[in-house]
């Protein structure tokens, strides 16, 4: 008899997926209509039946929401990186006019063209110097990000989530992004595992 109940409830259990399965396929179908139209073509049946598979548990959506908050950290490390090497530089400038203008004050009148010649210098190379270190910083940071696109392209695939692989193809990573905005927006609209208000 227990036999029996036990089959009945795993009956019960896959009705019950099934039945979530398509209230997710059909809330990711309504979704999908907000997109623009060439990217509408791309998502098929099956790619969006196997996303909102991967979607049945919720944990899909906790390693999306944990992915975002990587991301938001890392951004925000960056960009106080790049803020610092722009304080840094501020003071630099700062510093050489300052010297610069003790300089021409301390100067004699006759001396002061090729003081001045050699200021120029002095801030010219001064300014390459500071064009390059931004520079160095803003490949350091395309790197970085590329590098969390990657990891995070890398930690979707293994989880089963349709559309999903490590790719650079601008085509497929605005794909890939379309398809996280449609797992954010059901996420929003309370669509994880357990919630069956579409």
Do not use: W
Not at 8 to 31: C, N
Not at 46 to 56: I, N
Not at 114 to 125: F, G, I, K, S
Not at 149 to 172: C, I, M, R, W
Request: charged share 25%; proline share 2%.
């Amino acid at each position: 008899m227990d036999r029996y109940a036990g089959s009945l409830e795993e009956v019960a259990d896959g009705t019950r997926q099934q039945e979530r399965h398509y209230q997710l396929l059909s809330a990711l179908q309504s979704l999908v209509k907000e997109l623009p139209s060439s990217f509408q073509q791309r998502l098929s049946y099956t790619t969006l039946s196997d996303l909102a598979l991967a979607l049945l548990d919720g944990t899909v959506f906790e390693i999306v929401q944990g992915l975002l908050e990587i991301q938001h950290l890392t951004e925000k490390s960056l960009y106080n990186q790049r803020l610092r090497l722009q304080n840094e530089h501020r003071v630099l400038r700062q510093a050489l006019r300052q010297k610069h203008q003790e300089a021409q004050q301390a100067c004699r009148p006759h001396n002061l063209p090729v003081l001045q010649a050699a200021q120029q210098h002095e801030l010219e190379a001064v300014e390459h110097r500071i064009r390059e270190e931004q520079r160095a910083m803003d490949r350091k940071i395309v790197l970085e990000l590329d590098r969390k696109v990657a990891d995070q392209q890398s930690t979707l695939e293994k989880a089963g989530v349709a559309g999903f692989y490590v790719t650079a193809n601008p085509q497929e990573l605005t794909l890939q992004m379309n398809l996280l905005e449609l797992i954010r927006k059901l996420q929003q609209r309370g669509c994880q595992a357990g919630k069956a208000a579409l």
